[in-house]
């Protein structure tokens, strides 16, 4: 077979600089990489730079890895689903292999071809396969040896496949093996039970995905969008009240449909429980009629909204846990906002609410800070037994809700690190895994307020423990409060931004 059928690109494509070692293929934003190789009697020297892999929209290294297999082994077309798709740079550095990738982009006009380009050591050729392709290749000689990098993390949940021999793509498989002396293809069990091109339900494109993400300078807004960025995706408009007002109902929408997100991260909210006591129609403004604009917004553009809403929205009388079907009765202002924002949501249809708790990251003030600078001035501190519920880390919750907002898995969740704890034995925990000789003394929340004036004091719910059941069976479940605060503490006393704060 003339390997011409497959590889388009002609010797008049080739330049002087380094595009020149570029070969476009037959698919829009395929290429064929071709060293430049530097060599004499004693061997050759050849390199590809992060810039020049960059230039093709390779977005960030990750991870190199490698396979041997034997001939007529057939791995793939495999893919992972978004936020952890990768592009690729493949190669071969023993025996040889024939490369097949096809384009799985909906709006790309190569959607569903194919190309297929042999590699070998001998030929020092390199595929750079975009961001939603699947890739797989056929082993052409005993011990293949077969090199990815890849620009994003190998999550193994996030697999996915396209059928090997999907009749739609219409690989010559047949004509293949016959050119290559194969009889029969090895397949795994997984890869031969795949579903055709036409069945999958990925909506990979090929035009950048755009997100706005609000409150951007509190804890979760900033790891939403550190987390986005280490998935690779960097059109993000982030924002805070200075960039963009939530309660200025004119500058949102003209923001909004000025940029045309496709996913709305809406993290900015009124969270002085107390405060929103004595400043309720403050407190209104931004945490309902805010929604409400980005709700109007999203609904204009088309764009997927995620909310963060709070336990604050049951009263905390119910034994046992709360599931996302129990009847809301908040008993604060802050509750009973953040309920309204959650019904201003809903009208959008492709909408995600999650109720969170206890939050604690990096990027703000939170319980374990606080705590942390008390023990270093006092020996005993008084903290409330009587309340329970559980600890959330910015950053399990940011990895979630990006993946989350990437499927159409719609609806109400409860969101936050297993496990349940006082916040009592939140702090014990923080002081024996810091190393603090501070002591913890349990009291009521009776107790606690006991002498002080609490006419604008917010009401705590008691029982803030959430069934994670529905998170666990569409997404995962996220890991232990401890485990969360164990990795915090330790990326915490790393944070110079952490020691400038305690210097002062």
């Known amino acids: 077979m003339n390997r011409l059928d497959f590889e388009q690109g002609r010797e008049e494509d080739k330049c002087v600089d380094f595009k020149s070692n570029i070969i476009k293929t037959n698919l829009e934003d395929c290429y064929i990489i071709e060293e430049n190789r530097f060599g004499d009697s004693r061997g050759y020297f050849t ?4 810039k020049q892999l960059e230039a093709l929209d390779f977005r960030k290294w990750s991870q190199k890895s490698e396979s041997m297999s034997a001939k007529g082994t057939i791995r793939g077309l495999h893919f992972q689903k978004d936020p952890y798709c990768q592009a690729k740079v493949v190669s071969c550095t023993k025996g040889a292999v024939l490369d097949v990738v096809v384009d799985m982009r909906k709006d790309s006009p190569t959607y569903g071809k194919y190309t297929a380009i042999e590699l070998t050591p001998e030929n020092g050729r390199m595929l750079y396969v975009p961001r ?21 993390e190998y999550a193994p949940r996030m697999e996915g496949g396209v ?15 016959e050119e290559y002396g194969i009889e029969e293809p090895l397949l795994s069990d997984k890869d031969r039970d795949r579903i055709p091109l036409s069945e999958s ?17 509190g804890q979760l807004g900033y790891d939403i969008v550190k987390e986005l960025n280490e998935r690779g995706e960097y059109d993000v408009l982030a924002v805070d009240k200075e960039e ?50 980005l709700a109007d917004a999203s609904i204009e553009v088309g ?17 046992g846990l709360y599931n996302e079907e129990d009847t809301p009765n908040p008993k604060s202002v802050y509750g009973q906002t953040k309920l309204d924002g959650e019904e201003e949501v809903r009208r959008n249809p492709n909408h995600f609410i999650t109720r969170i708790s206890w939050v604690f990251g990096e990027n703000g003030n939170n319980f374990i800070k606080t705590m942390l600078k008390l023990a270093d001035k006092y020996p005993e501190l008084t903290v409330v037994d009587d309340q329970i519920g559980s600890p959330t ?68 719910p008691r029982n803030s423990k959430l069934d994670k059941t529905k998170l666990e069976e569409e997404f995962y479940r996220l890991p232990s409060w401890q485990d969360a605060t164990d990795r915090y503490c330790k990326q915490l006393t790393k944070s110079k931004k952490w020691w400038l704060e305690n210097l002062k």
């Open 47 to 50: 390199s590809v730079t992060s």
């Open 132 to 152: 939603g392709y699947a890739h797989g290749f056929l082993a052409l000689t005993d011990d293949a040896t077969f090199n990815y990098m890849v620009d994003n």
């Open 163 to 177: 059928l090997w021999n999907d009749p739609a793509i219409n690989i010559p498989w047949d004509e293949i093996f």
């Open 201 to 217: 339900e990925v909506n990979f494109l090929r035009r950048p995905k755009k997100y706005l993400v609000t409150g951007v300078n």
């Open 244 to 293: 963009m007002d939530i309660t200025d109902r004119e500058q949102v929408m003209r923001i909004v449909k000025a940029y045309q997100p496709d996913v709305i991260f809406h993290c900015a909210a009124w969270t002085a429980v107390d405060k929103a006591e004595e400043l309720k129609d403050a407190c209104q403004n931004v945490n309902v009629e805010g929604t409400k604009n």
């Open 303 to 319: 764009a997927k909204i995620v909310y963060m809403s709070t336990d604050y929205v049951f009263d905390g009388e119910k034994e």
């Open 393 to 460: 880390y910015t950053v399990d919750l940011a990895k979630l809700l990006v993946e989350m907002a990437e499927t159409e898995k719609y609806g109400t969740y409860h969101v936050n690190n297993e496990g349940y704890c006082s916040w009592a034995e939140f702090a014990r925990y923080i002081m024996e895994s810091n190393d603090k000789n501070t002591v913890i003394k349990p009291v009521t929340t009776e107790e606690y307020y006991d002498g002080k004036d609490t006419t604008f004091i917010a009401y705590r």
